[in-house]
Structures are given as C-alpha cells and as structure tokens.
C-alpha cells in the first residue's frame, strides 16, 4: 500500500492526468448487502413533505419601528443648537439693551474701520511718493 501510495505522489507530482482519476476499488465481502441497503435507503422518502400549518398570503407584511434616536440630529435641532444663546450671552443682551453695558460689537467695528482707514491712507501717502519720484527721475 506505501508503494502505490508513493506511486501515485510521484504521477502527481510529475502532473500525469491519469493518476487524478481513481481506478476500480477492490470488492469487500459485502458488497450484496451493501446494495441491498442503498436499494432501501433509495426507497425510502427523502424528508417530510413541507406543507405550511396556516394559508401562505401573496403579499408580504413590512412594519418598522424607531426604538432609538437617529443618528443624524434634525434640522430644528441643529438651528437650535447653532443660534441658541449662552446665559451671558442673555445677560450682555439685556445690559446692551438698557445702555447699562458696553457695546463691544460697535467698539470692535469702529477698530477695524480705523484699521482699513489707516491701511487705504498708507497705501495712497506710498503711491503719492512712488510717483514724484517717478516724476523727479524723468525731468
């Protein structure tokens, strides 16, 4: 049985087709039994027939149900979480409101205009200067 086992590595190995088939197998001492019993077992039903307990309904029953929160918040709840105000952000409101407080949104804008005043006033004070001397080097 280790020869024809090697034999049969080594025509494999050797990638001859005729040794991927197998070959007739020798006959036991049973073999008119074992007929006997693939001929009942061949007889013999497969399974139960499958028969359903209830009538089957043509077209199907979907229902759905939300059990939890979705993962993505509406957009009610967006805004509100976007452009709801903080208390001190009330409370600068009120005091912005009475005139008890100070404006910083108008002292923040008066800065940044005098910011761009300033800019847009050095830029025209270095174009003046640029062109005298552009005018002095050509005369």
């Given at each position: 049985m280790a020869v024809s086992t090697l034999l049969c590595c080594a025509a494999i190995a050797a990638g001859s087709p005729a040794a991927l088939y197998a070959g007739p197998q020798e006959p036991s001492?049973?073999?008119?039994?074992?007929?006997t019993r693939i001929k009942q077992r061949l007889n013999a039903p497969a399974a139960p027939p499958l028969a359903p307990k209830s009538p089957v309904r043509l077209r199907p029953t979907f229902k759905t149900r939300i059990t939890e929160r979705p993962w993505v918040p509406t957009l009610e709840e967006h805004l509100r979480d976007t452009f709801a105000l903080t208390d001190f952000q009330r409370q600068y409101a009120a005091?912005?409101?009475?005139?008890?407080?100070?404006?910083?949104g108008g002292l923040f804008r008066a800065a940044d205009k005098a910011l761009d005043e300033r800019q847009e006033r050095k830029a025209r004070e270095q174009v003046a200067r640029e062109l005298a001397e552009l005018v002095k080097s050509t005369r």
């Amino acid at each position: 049985m280790a020869v024809s086992t090697l034999l049969c590595c080594a025509a494999i190995a050797a990638g001859s087709p005729a040794a991927l088939y197998a070959g007739p197998q020798e006959p036991s001492g049973g073999t008119a039994s074992s007929l006997t019993r693939i001929k009942q077992r061949l007889n013999a039903p497969a399974a139960p027939p499958l028969a359903p307990k209830s009538p089957v309904r043509l077209r199907p029953t979907f229902k759905t149900r939300i059990t939890e929160r979705p993962w993505v918040p509406t957009l009610e709840e967006h805004l509100r979480d976007t452009f709801a105000l903080t208390d001190f952000q009330r409370q600068y409101a009120a005091y912005a409101g009475k005139c008890c407080g100070l404006d910083l949104g108008g002292l923040f804008r008066a800065a940044d205009k005098a910011l761009d005043e300033r800019q847009e006033r050095k830029a025209r004070e270095q174009v003046a200067r640029e062109l005298a001397e552009l005018v002095k080097s050509t005369r």
